[in-house]
């Protein structure tokens, strides 16, 4: 049985005082038993982050890394920092990444070994285009993106995917629960491939998930869980979807 795992992506938003009223609601409700609740905020709140969650039950996320442990990489942050900071899942190769900062196939699946060898768990997402939707390339670009995360890694421990179409990511259009549980389907048999012990990874959804969508998606027999961008930002309107789950 795979425990549902909801994320809150930040992205670039949010602000340090924002931090404390947005924790007090989410613990004051109380984050249910069946469910994993992680935060990635932008990474100069993440030592705030860890104090205000202290006493709950919420994971620290972050929402990128390096792949090298140290060095001359200004502006990067490696594994071990995060580590340090009681971060315990790392959000990787996001299609922001890979579409603003260049980020190939080839450096996520260097960026998700790197995590896994410092024992944090990699979020490693994927995710086709409105284009290559259209012309049906779904599958094979998701199947290119899976194997190259995959390939480097010895087990499936500590690896969760997040499978976020471009074209639903802040777009208010999500997919729909029959067309995520395709793709997520698909993406299982990927992993099967690779790990007789792939049925514990757990494969999250992300793209416009809100409180009213959320339910039929995360209904879904491979949809594990959510990687929720917008709709995280308010504690109410994530709390709408953790109490639908
Ligand atoms: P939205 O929920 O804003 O569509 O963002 C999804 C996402 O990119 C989460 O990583």
Not at 21 to 50: M, N, T
Not at 97 to 120: H, M, P, T, W
Not at 197 to 203: G, M, N, V
Request: with cysteine; hydrophobic share 40%; charged share 20%.
């Amino acid at each position: 049985m795979r425990k549902t795992l909801l994320v809150a992506n930040w992205k670039m938003n949010k602000s340090y005082a924002d931090l404390e009223p947005y924790v007090s609601a989410l613990v004051e409700q109380g984050i249910p038993k069946h469910i994993d609740l992680a935060l990635a905020p932008p990474f100069p709140f993440l030592d705030k982050l860890r104090q205000s969650l202290k006493s709950s039950s919420i994971h620290l996320a972050a929402q990128n890394a390096h792949w090298e442990s140290k060095g001359a990489y200004t502006g990067e942050v490696s594994f071990g920092i995060l580590k340090e900071l009681g971060v315990e899942f790392v959000i990787l190769g996001h299609s922001e990444r890979r579409q603003y900062f260049g980020e190939s196939d080839a450096i996520v699946a260097k960026k998700v070994k790197a995590c896994v060898d410092n024992k944090l768990t990699a979020i490693a997402c994927v995710g086709e285009s409105l284009e290559e939707r259209k012309a049906e390339r779904t599958f094979s670009v998701i199947e290119k993106q899976i194997h190259a995360v995959m390939e480097p890694l010895n087990s499936s421990e500590n690896l969760v995917i997040a499978y976020e179409p471009i074209w639903a990511i802040g777009t208010g259009v999500t997919a729909s629960a029959n067309q995520a549980q395709e793709v997520h389907a698909f993406i299982r048999t990927l992993l099967a491939k690779h790990f007789a012990s792939s049925e514990s990874i757990r494969i999250l959804y992300g793209g416009s998930m809100n409180a009213s969508n959320s339910k039929e998606l995360l209904q879904q027999a491979d949809i594990d869980g959510g990687l929720v961008g917008g709709a995280s930002l308010d504690a109410q309107s994530f709390l709408g979807i953790i109490n639908n789950s």
